[in-house]
């Protein structure tokens, strides 16, 4: 344990480097930024926004229909000027949008005539706020239609449910999943889960790439800097090196998918408050995923964990395998090439199919990848695919203890030493 | 006493390539043994076999009567190897990479700790010690890794080109090194293109080409036995 102990603290020093950390400690800051930068937009896009608004009457529908924008968030400038001169004002007062009514918006929604209200929204650039600005004059709109038409039928028919002459059938929808039945559509359970797992896939593969790229570079170093032949004449066990190595690629993999992904996740936050944001967005339930079982116990963050171990365990011993025929950390990075390839494979099959509607033969590929059981696993939990978690568990399993042991294998051998030199002589 | 090291019949092949033909040779405890010849002439191939990292293809190799095959942990216990291009971890201090190899050596932290202090003492590189190897030039750091491959006491110290692209200064200063360990029971092989310092350094002498030792005595043997000044001129003999 001390001997493995002082190996993983080795390998860590000499992974952790400055120029190692530097374009990771770049991308944070840069996502940081950006997170940052949405927030302030999010911000302005919630500040009360000026209109001017163009009226030529001085009946008490527009005092109403004027009291009501400013209740839902816009200062409203009065003006009688004409529509021209009121949109040469709003470019040049910095307003969000001119409203025009018509001069005889009164006495046409007396008649029950359909009245157009010009809406000129001023464009100054294409941010997320302003997108929202504009949805937001839009629904506002709407709220007041059904507003006034609530209003105008119920004077015609005081005796009479307004709300079910407006909309007299509805649907009540329902989900099923697992027996169990929750209200709610098949659109919004998938929105709730992409916009709560959307992550998971993004972390795995990058721990497992990172933590490839972190033994690829151990073992390109130790051949790159002449130290391997001294650390294989030291008296220690071979497999104490491989272990040791594997696991301070991992810690050190770990570390840095750790920076990484608080960067990641206070940017990605900072969209999902915006989606929230946008007045369009159906207001959600969250316990709408537990009363469905779709929220993940401790117990299923639990083997979720285990089968990423494992399939990292999986990536650093064939990473190690194929590092060996390397001569340095540049082309010990291009041999672990495959592996990487291997783990895009599953990322981007759990992304865009549904597993179960792929034909046999992907089907095959992708339960053979050892890689593909972490991507898997959080959906199988969901639908309670146990024997899939179980194949998955028991196959890294397997394909890590082999690897391994065939790592451990080649150390002991001299083949470290000759690989590249037998390679060589055989073209 | 039975021999430091005891070849016998020593082939090692890369494919077709015979770069170890068959040699024989031994070192008595305590002796510096010197291993002269030509590049690719088949030095390193051997110095390997005997520190373990490479298996004979044929033949046995016995390190203080421990089978370098079949016992190569127990005769990793007792050998320490510097490789002729060998290098530190750059990232690690001076001290700092002395400490992590005398761990391998010892599980006593007192003992270990006298590891590093006497590791400290060979180098000489001062208050330099504490400083990224990545900032050594090529003498300090050889003088690290010879300080490495000595403080753990070896039985043998096998060094390959042990003043590889130094200095006068540090070349002299690494031959009184060896010199000085040898004198309190080290057992060396050393291989190095230069006669005259192995000639300085060597008890006996072993010359290898294409993977044959076509001489073997000690300097003056050598010498007197080709009618030489010293062992270039008996290399050049010995070629013709």
Not at chain 1, 183 to 191: D, F, R, S, V, Y
Not at chain 1, 310 to 331: G, M, P, Q, W
Not at chain 2, 88 to 109: E, P
Request: charged share 20%; aromatic share 8%.
């Amino acid at each position: 344990m001390r001997v493995l102990g002082t190996i993983i603290v080795k390998e860590m020093r000499e992974l952790l480097t400055r120029k190692m950390l530097l374009p990771f400690v770049a991308i944070m800051v840069l996502f940081l930024f950006i997170g940052r930068a949405i927030r302030g937009e999010r911000a302005k896009s919630s500040a009360p926004q000026p209109l001017l608004v163009v009226v030529h009457d001085t009946a008490s529908i527009i005092d109403t229909l004027i009291s009501r924008l400013e209740k839902s968030g816009f200062i409203i400038t009065r003006t009688d000027a004409s529509k021209d001169a009121a949109l040469k004002r709003a470019q040049e007062e910095n307003f969000s949008a001119l409203l025009v009514f018509p001069e005889s918006i009164a006495q046409q929604l007396a008649k029950a005539e359909s009245v157009t209200i010009e809406v000129y929204t001023i464009i100054k650039g294409f941010s997320f706020a302003r997108v929202i600005r504009s949805v937001k004059i839009k629904s506002t709109f709407n709220q007041i239609n059904s507003e006034l038409s609530q209003k105008t039928l119920q004077n015609l028919l005081p005796n009479l449910p307004v709300e079910n002459i407006q909309q007299p059938l509805k649907t009540g929808e329902f989900v099923v999943l697992k027996g169990r039945v929750a209200k709610g559509t098949p659109e919004l359970i998938q929105g709730l889960i992409i916009s709560q797992t959307f992550l998971i896939p993004i972390i795995f593969l990058m721990v497992i790439i990172y933590a490839s790229q972190m033994i690829a570079a151990s073992i390109g170093q130790e051949k790159e800097n002449k130290t391997l032949e001294t650390l294989l004449t030291v008296p220690i066990n071979r497999v104490a090196i491989v272990i040791g190595k594997m696991l301070g690629a991992a810690v050190t993999a770990v570390v840095i998918s750790a920076i990484f992904m608080g960067a990641l996740v206070y940017y990605g936050t900072a969209f999902s408050e915006i989606d929230q944001q946008t007045p369009s967005s159906t207001n959600v339930d969250p316990s709408l995923l537990y009363r469905l079982g779709l929220n993940f116990t401790p117990e299923a963050l639990t083997i979720i964990g285990l089968t990423l171990f494992l399939a990292i365990l999986a990536a650093l011993a064939l990473a190690t395998l194929l590092a060996v025929f390397a001569d340095d950390a540049k082309s010990a990075q291009a041999a672990i090439t495959p592996l990487m390839l291997l783990c895009l494979i599953p990322y981007f099959f759990t992304m865009l199919f549904d597993i179960n509607t792929l034909s046999l033969p992907l089907k095959i590929l992708l339960f053979a990848i050892p890689f593909s059981y972490p991507f898997l696993t959080p959906q199988a939990l969901i639908f309670g695919n146990y024997p899939l978690i179980l194949l998955g568990i028991g196959y890294m399993l397997f394909f890590s203890a082999t690897a391994i042991l065939i790592t451990a294998r080649i150390f002991a051998t001299d083949y470290l030493l000759t690989a590249r030199l037998r390679l060589w002589r055989r073209r | 006493m039975s021999d430091a090291v005891a070849v016998r019949d020593l082939v090692r092949t890369y494919g077709t390539l015979r770069a170890v033909d068959g040699i024989s040779f031994t070192i008595r405890p305590g002796e510096i043994f010197g291993l002269i010849g030509p590049n690719a002439s088949g030095k390193t191939t051997t110095l390997r076999v005997i520190a373990t990292l490479l298996k004979p293809t044929s033949g046995e190799v016995k390190v203080f009567d421990l089978d370098v095959v079949k016992q190569a942990n127990a005769v990793r216990r007792l050998i320490s190897y510097l490789p002729e291009e060998a290098g530190a971890y750059k990232n690690l201090s001076g001290i700092d990479y002395l400490r992590f190899m005398a761990t391998f050596y010892t599980k006593d932290t007192v003992e270990r700790d006298k590891m590093v202090e006497k590791g400290m003492e060979i180098a000489g590189l001062a208050r330099r010690i504490k400083d990224k190897v990545a900032t050594y030039s090529k003498g300090m750091a050889r003088k690290l890794l010879l300080a490495r491959a000595l403080m753990v006491m070896p039985k043998l110290a096998i060094l390959d080109e042990p003043t590889s692209g130094l200095d006068v200064e540090n070349s002299m200063e690494i031959r009184e090194k060896i010199k000085s360990f040898s004198r309190d029971g080290t057992t060396f092989l050393i291989s190095s293109h230069n006669m005259l310092e192995v000639e300085f350094l060597s008890d006996r002498v072993g010359i290898i080409r294409q993977g044959k030792i076509i001489a073997l005595g000690t300097p003056e043997e050598l010498k007197s036995r080709y009618n030489a000044l010293n062992l270039e001129e008996v290399f050049v003999k010995v070629e013709v």
